[in-house]
């Protein structure tokens, strides 16, 4: 019986393969056209410098709700994006909505920065950094006031990012790495880097608290970041007892997460910016 189950099993699921397949073609097809259409919209989560409690900037993190699917997840259809080659156009996309609510919302504050995820594929072509320059003088917008994040997925990516973080830093911009201690980073690399912040990946964050392993880990991260010369940002704090226990061994570091905020529309970052220093809220 349990053969002949599996059996059933395996054919349905062979029989559903087609279909899935189906659906993935379409969920590229939907992606392609909201590109197209400038469907996508930008949401922004505060940054906070965790001694003082203030909003020092927001990252810029793009969202999807298609009609079809739902709401799909930025791993989901960036991922997507990176292999279909559509990556460059949806970058300039939620470049360009970035720096017009820039404009409408945030840029009378001129110590604000505003932080946005570029791929690895944004950052081979020059042009693509003559497109942003352009767009940044059209909306007058300081290039320190941007903040360029970078993410290495593999060792392939080093040449390619040192090289044009320099073009980015000649410019003005700043650059940050992403996602620090889930790639291929090591010491050198990061010194050679020149970024002006480095992001410890939130899986760090999540540690916080829990085995004696992890605290190892813990432990060298923030010998690690004493004496880096960057700004140092924890990604994903959602609880008072990890901000107290990244406060007591960082005091400039800075935060973000659902402890302060979730990703919001720019509208309400301008009323958080007025009531400043941020509520905690509970995630
Ligand atoms: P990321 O750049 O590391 O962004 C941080 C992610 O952590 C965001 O996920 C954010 O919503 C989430 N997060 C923030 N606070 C917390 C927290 O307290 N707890 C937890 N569990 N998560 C938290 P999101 O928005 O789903 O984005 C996922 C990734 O997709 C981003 O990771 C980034 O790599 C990529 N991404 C998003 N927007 C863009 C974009 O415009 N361009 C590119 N190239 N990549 C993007
Ligand atoms: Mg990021
Ligand atoms: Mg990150
Ligand atoms: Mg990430």
Excluded: C
């Amino acid at each position: 019986v349990i053969i002949v189950i599996g059996f059933l099993f395996g054919g349905i699921i062979s029989l559903l393969m087609p279909f899935a397949r189906l659906r993935k073609n379409s969920l590229s097809a939907r992606l392609k056209q909201a590109i197209d259409k400038k469907l996508l919209h930008v949401q922004y989560q505060p940054k906070i410098q965790l001694q003082s409690g203030m909003m020092i900037g927001v990252e810029a993190l793009a969202r999807w709700n298609d009609e079809e699917y739902g709401y799909v997840s930025p791993d989901v259809f960036i991922a997507l994006a990176e292999q279909n080659n559509q990556i460059k156009e949806l970058t300039k996309l939620i470049v360009s909505k970035t720096l017009s609510d820039m404009r409408d919302y945030l840029v009378n504050n001129k110590t604000f920065f505003v932080s946005i995820n570029l791929s690895i594929q944004d950052l081979t072509d020059y042009q693509f950094l003559l497109f942003i320059d352009d767009l940044v003088q059209q909306h007058d917008i300081r290039p320190e006031q941007l903040i360029f994040e970078i993410t290495e997925r593999s060792t392939a990516d080093q040449d390619a990012m040192s090289n044009t973080t320099k073009q980015f830093v000649k410019k003005g911009y700043q650059v940050s790495l992403d996602d620090f201690g889930t790639g291929y980073s090591n010491l050198s690399w990061l010194s050679a880097l020149e970024a002006d912040e480095i992001k410890i990946d939130k899986m760090f964050t999540q540690a916080i608290g829990t085995d004696s392993i992890n605290q190892n880990m813990l432990n060298g991260i923030f010998q690690l970041i004493e004496n880096l010369k960057m700004h140092v940002v924890f990604e994903g704090i959602e609880e008072q007892r990890e901000e107290d226990y990244i406060l007591e061994r960082s005091p400039n570091a800075i935060g973000q997460g659902w402890l302060y905020s979730r990703p919001v529309l720019a509208e309400e970052i301008g009323k958080l910016l007025i009531s400043q220093p941020l509520k905690k809220t509970h995630a």
